[in-house]
């Protein structure tokens, strides 16, 4: 097996091959990338954590169309900046970008502050977030690893153990401070997310075309695929909920929203109960309807980082729930003319086949 990686390395010739690369082959014309004020480099990166380029590009876009400056995210409500963040999921992103835009504008006075230990002690600001905002915005000598860095130079040094891996974090993370320049940090750190999202991919690399081949272990010992370690498996459990999607003859449907913290937290959805039985005591109980007719729905399955959803829909009309009024946590969704709120994808997904097939009385 290869041994324990080093930091002894050629790093001049390391960097001087990184840097030519990315003259020639980078990436330069993504929309963070105009302008590139630690504004728009913050938001960039924490859409990007966990979803792809090509998937963040046009949320991003609108995202920055809506709210231009760290004042305007700030002064929003959260409900729209959720709504604006429909779609990309992992929305405690999305919460942290807003209570961080805030403390921004009243603590530093709506200017990013530019040194890691402030950057860091931000919510939802890590310090490798914390090392892009600084080398891409300001080109400040600061050190980044993302996944598509920790995939380059755990193949180079042929790291073991499975990057997220506290120990094997210590060491990339060495071997990222290692070779990080004093200059060009922008266009360095830049390259490098760049190799490993376009060149040095999860599968199938393209050695040929890198420009660290000759010194990649990983590449000599023809064991690419072997580097970086997977994440130990692990089986994922299933959990159930049913969700009441309560219908009025004016096609509105009955939201609430969801605790600040948990799943979906803050986005409005429709009221989830653990069983039928459950389902049908809240609709005798809570609104009052002595027979329910409750109609399942196909059950839909959502994906989390840690476990299984299985949803069953289940659909109620009635003439009106007069008794059910809007508040701060309900709502009455119309279908016709919705609301700039923030929904869960299934929910999302939920609410457009209700208008589909026109659920009425």
Known sequence: MPSKTSTKAPRKPFIQQILQWFEAEGRKNLPWQHQPTPYRVWVSEIMLQQTQVNTVIP????????????????HAELDEVLHHWTGLGYYARARNLHKCASIISHKHRGIFP???????ALPGIGKSTAGAILSLSKNIKATLLDGNVKRVLARVHTVEGWPQAAS??????????????EHAARQYNQAMMDLGATICVRSQPNCLLCPIQKFCKAYKLGLQNRYPHSKPKKEKP??????????DQKQRVF????????????????????????????????????????????????????????????????????QLKASKSHLWYDLHCPPNIGLAAPVKKLLAQLKKENVSL
């Open 59 to 74: 949320f991003y876009q609108r995202f920055m169309s809506r709210f231009p400056t760290v004042k305007a995210l700030a």
């Open 168 to 181: 094997t974090q210590k060491q990339l993370w060495a071997l990222a401070d290692h070779y990080t320049p």
């Open 238 to 247: 299933t959990q159930n909920c049913y969700m009441l999607m309560l219908t």
């Open 255 to 322: 939201l609430e929203k969801r605790p600040s913290s948990g799943i979906w937290g803050g986005l409005w959805s429709f009221p989830e109960y653990q069983t039928l039985k459950e389902t049908t005591a809240a609709c005798k109980n809570f609104f009052q309807i002595k027979r329910p007719k409750l109609l399942p729905w196909p059950t839909l399955k959502h994906s989390f980082t840690h476990y299984h959803l299985e949803i069953t829909p289940i659909t109620l009309s009635a003439q009106s729930f007069s």
């Open 114 to 120: 530019l040194t890691l230990a402030e950057l860091i």
